[in-house]
């Protein structure tokens, strides 16, 4: 069982912060050290800086949650994929308010052409339908977290599986599909079969803290196609002998996932240029520092 117990962080206290589903070591009431993560759920901190917020760690299965409303986009899906594989979690999809959508079956397929690897499950919790096909994901020791936009469904779905009203909900605009948030913290909730379940509040930015292979990985079909271009180091631009950029032409790949490539590449790359000259300028300043200290540790002899 989930016991709360109020904590603070050690006045000497040096590593990562915490963040829900951490394991720390506690002295008192005191953090005094954070476990090592088997896993980590992440994305680049908002604003111009180079940092990272944690999401969730230690986490098992990412429920990447999106409604069949205005909510639906293939491209917001892809850059969970990206980060739940830098995450080293196992990516299930849950595309909720199937009881509203006209083509369930049409949504699931266009998922499907997005998804390298993982699952797929179409619900609509408010009904029930799909809420024991979700719990079958959810054995127990397992934690999972939920991830998605505000008004996706996530706590209609999270009450379903607690089997009671404990979380609030909103009801969505119509015009626009956005709800208002009713998570506004991340909380771990043990289920009754002793999974858990970490809530998320809805995501309104959701930029890349990745690698470029975990990019390449994610569009595993183009690099079906890349494996027939003339040149190797091919960035489906302009070069000549482009087997992807056929590929659209032949109407065999959708021009708006090559699209979504190259953009989620730059990102990828300019954030591994930015941590390299946040790092150095890091280094630097350290160095800087020490020198100081020893300059002053020579005077006062």
Excluded at 88 to 98: Q, S
Excluded at 180 to 189: I, W
Excluded at 256 to 268: D, N, P, Q
């Amino acid at each position: 069982m989930v016991n709360d117990l109020p904590a603070t962080l050690a006045g000497s206290f040096d590593g990562p912060r915490p963040c829900v589903g951490d394991w720390v070591e506690l002295r008192e009431t005191q953090i005094v050290a954070v476990a090592p993560r088997k896993t980590l759920f992440a994305r680049k901190a908002a604003g111009s800086g180079v940092e990272v917020q944690a999401i969730a760690a230690n986490v098992d299965i990412a429920f990447l949650v999106m409604a069949l409303d205005h909510d639906f986009s293939l491209r917001r899906l892809e850059r969970y994929l990206v980060l739940a594989r830098e995450s080293g979690t196992r990516p299930v999809v849950l595309l909720t308010k199937a009881d509203l959508a006209e083509d369930v079956a049409g949504s699931v397929a266009a998922v499907r052409g997005v998804l390298d690897s993982g699952e797929i499950e179409a619900i609509a919790a408010v009904h029930g339908h799909g809420v024991e096909q979700v719990r079958r994901y959810l054995p127990p020791g397992i934690t999972a977290v939920l991830l998605g936009s505000s008004g996706a469904g996530k706590s209609t779905l999270i009450n379903a599986l607690l089997g009671e009203e404990r979380m609030a909900t909103q009801p969505v605009r119509q015009a626009d599909s956005k709800g208002r948030h009713t998570t506004t913290h991340r909380e771990l909730l043990e289920l009754p079969g002793g999974a858990f379940l970490i809530d998320t509040p809805g995501m309104r930015e959701l930029q890349l803290w990745a690698t470029g292979e975990s990019v390449n990985a994610t569009f595993g079909d183009i690099g079906h196609w890349a494996s027939q271009c003339r040149f190797s180091d091919c960035s489906h631009s302009n070069e000549p002998g482009c087997a992807v950029r056929q590929a659209v032409a032949d109407g065999l790949l959708d021009p708006e996932r090559l699209g979504s490539l190259h953009k989620l590449r730059r990102e990828a790359e300019y954030l591994a240029v930015q941590t390299d000259v946040h790092q150095m300028l890091a280094r630097k300043a350290k160095w800087k520092s020490i020198h100081k200290a020893m300059r002053n540790v020579d005077k006062r002899r």
